[in-house]
């Protein structure tokens, strides 16, 4: 069965610093993998996603994702977080065989000013 | 372009009471899923559809049931409602295969009293 791990229920970033999620993952099969973003009282909306080619994936609003298989990893980042930012973001994984998202318990971003 | 559209939106139900959450999308997908929300327990799949005719259990089935008449529409029932039932309540769909996106509702807020 695939699953997701995301440590750190609340991540506090200030305003122009890193923003650095971690995702590591569960699959016993070649993964998909996706982070998601969720505004305050919004449905989910994607922001990017891993399938084949390039381990190096560039999603909206700036946010970058790496995928490392040797270290069952997707951690994403952001160079400088903007107040605009501030959310919930779903790491989730799934497979060929498999159309079904697991999602990880999520992070909680909150920009400090 | 609509896509994903739940209603309603926000309910309050008493113990015992019934009720059925919609969802329909415009976008033809195959699949469909209802989510549940919970604080620091990430989106837990209760039930999904692979197309019109065909429901599966998810993570969490027990006290949900639904169904799938015509391929646009997901109907997500609880027969007897209880308290642990309180969650917002997400719909999703994508196409087949499992490194396409899914799109998600807006969400319904769900209070079992």
């Known amino acids: 069965a695939q699953s997701v791990t995301q440590l750190g229920s609340h991540v506090s970033v200030s305003e122009g610093a890193l923003v650095l999620l971690r995702c590591n993952y569960s699959?016993?099969?070649?993964?998909?993998l996706f982070w998601y973003v969720q505004y305050p009282n919004q449905g989910l909306q994607l922001l990017l996603k891993y399938t084949t080619g390039a381990t190096l994936v560039k999603g909206i609003n700036g946010f970058e994702a790496e995928f490392k298989k040797s270290e069952t990893s997707f951690h994403l980042t952001k160079p400088s977080a903007h107040m605009s930012d501030a959310a919930e973001y779903f790491c989730?994984?799934?497979?060929?065989?498999?159309?079904?998202?697991?999602f990880g318990k999520g992070n909680q971003v909150v920009v400090i000013p | 372009n609509a896509g994903v559209t739940q209603t309603p939106k926000f309910r309050v139900l008493k113990t015992g009471q019934s009720m059925t959450l919609l969802c329909a999308q415009d976008?033809?997908?195959?699949?469909m899923y209802w989510y549940r929300q919970d604080p620091g327990m990430g989106l837990r799949l209760i039930h999904y559809?692979?197309?019109?005719?065909?429901?599966a259990k998810g993570e969490v089935p027990d006290g949900y049931n639904v169904s799938r008449l015509k391929k646009q529409n997901f109907l997500l029932g609880l027969e007897s409602a209880a308290p642990s039932q309180t969650s917002v309540y997400f719909c999703?769909?994508?196409?087949?295969?499992?490194?396409?996106?899914?799109?998600f509702g807006q969400g319904t807020r769900l209070t079992v009293v």
């Open positions: 559809s692979v197309g019109e005719g065909t429901t």
């Open positions: 976008m033809n997908h195959e699949y």
């Open positions: 699959s016993s099969v070649p993964p998909y």
């Open positions: 999703a769909s994508n196409m087949l295969g499992g490194n396409t996106e899914a799109f």
């Open positions: 989730a994984v799934s497979d060929n065989g498999n159309n079904r998202l697991a």
